[in-house]
């Protein structure tokens, strides 16, 4: 979490800009609604359109994580695809802000995996991106997600 915030802080800092316009954070969440359909769809190239070519991402299991570049964002969902049979991402409690030319896009999320035998695991977290607006065009330059701690066993009530 604190890896976001300074990585956040500095590209506000980084990459300062004219004030919002009008639409700017409309614009920013139809990007990012572009981007969960492309994952959904595991339309890597799709999501990959997104991502700024000097991108950072933060994955909890991503061999990559915190490496620069789309290459290796595509490596880890690469990674992420190949392990799961399907994946559903489904954005919950999403806001965004637009400073400049900078756009913040925040929440919570679940992933919902089925394994190829039809099994089903539902995992949530909280999920943070930042975008810069490149010729136009809402790109990804920092994405974070945190998912949640497993939930503890259930306790049996007896006292010693």
């Not at 590209?11 to 009008?22: E, I, T, Y």
Request: hydrophobic share 40%; charged share 20%; proline share 6%.
């Amino acid at each position: 979490m604190k890896r976001a915030v300074l990585a956040l802080a500095a590209v506000v800092l980084l990459f300062p800009g004219a004030p919002a316009r009008a639409g700017d954070v409309e614009e920013l969440k139809a990007a990012f609604e572009k981007g969960v359909a492309a994952l959904n769809e595991r339309n890597l190239d799709g999501f990959l359109a997104t991502v700024h070519e000097k991108g950072l991402s933060f994955y909890s299991c991503g061999p990559t994580s915190g490496l620069e570049g789309r290459a290796a964002c595509e490596q880890d969902w690469q990674k992420f695809f190949g392990k799961t049979g399907n994946a559903t991402f489904t954005p919950q409690e999403f806001q965004y802000r637009v400073i400049g030319n900078t756009g913040v896009a925040w929440g919570r999320y679940t992933v919902t995996l089925k394994a190829p035998n039809g099994r089903e695991r539902t995992i949530g977290g909280r999920y943070h991106l930042v975008y810069t607006k490149v010729e136009g065009k809402w790109m990804i330059v920092l994405q974070e997600n945190t998912p949640d701690p497993p939930a503890a066993p259930p306790t049996t009530g007896a006292s010693q």
